[in-house]
């Protein structure tokens, strides 16, 4: 499947489930924190100076979020963005570009592990090898609670799945 079939499967899946989803307790808890983990995450790059240095970057040599990147989110990943009340960009920014980063950066906010924990070696330079652990710890948490949410989203979906199938009357 590639990413816009992933994209459109994400949005089927969220005008399908979605009300169901966020009025699980769980769920709703998971993307709270989540959102408050990837907040920390980006408070935390901010402070130390790596979203500067990659803003530089993209703007004397190009970025690091390469046309590849975008083939590592999954539906779940990006349903997940719906659930945080991200919409999902329609055009690429950048032709060689990944189809999710736009002029400011990402355009989503929940993110695969590359994204997250990918760091250049200019950025390891210029933030030490302290910060640089300090953020993984702190990434760590983002990653965790948004491992999660996918399989507890992944549970959900396919009870949801067999119910309907249930209800209709089709065999298992």
């Known amino acids: 499947m590639n990413f816009e079939e992933r994209i459109w499967r994400a949005e089927e899946l969220y005008r399908k489930y979605g ?34 240095v990659c803003r530089q970057c993209a703007l004397e040599t190009g970025s690091c979020c390469k046309r590849w990147v975008e083939n590592e989110h999954d539906e779940y990943i ?4 719906l659930l945080l009340g991200v919409k999902l960009p329609r055009e690429r920014y950048k032709e060689d570009g990944c189809f999710f980063v736009g002029p400011n950066g990402c355009r989503i906010r ?33 990653l965790e609670t948004c491992f999660i949410l996918q399989e507890k989203i992944k549970r959900k979906l396919s009870s949801l799945d067999n119910k309907l199938e249930l209800s209709c009357g089709i065999p298992q």
């Not at 990006?78 to 963005?81: G, K, P, Q, V």
């Not at 933030?127 to 702190?138: A, D, F, S, Y």
């Open 19 to 52: 009300k169901i989803l966020l009025q699980d307790d769980e769920i709703r808890n998971l993307l709270n924190k989540l959102n408050f983990a990837i907040e920390k995450t980006w408070d935390f790059m901010r402070k130390i100076g790596v979203t500067e």
């Open 78 to 81: 990006l349903l997940i963005n």
């Open 110 to 142: 929940a993110r695969e592990v590359i994204c997250v924990t990918f760091l250049c070696d200019r950025v390891k330079e210029k933030i030490g090898e302290r910060n640089e652990i300090e953020l993984q710890k702190i990434a760590g948490e983002e």
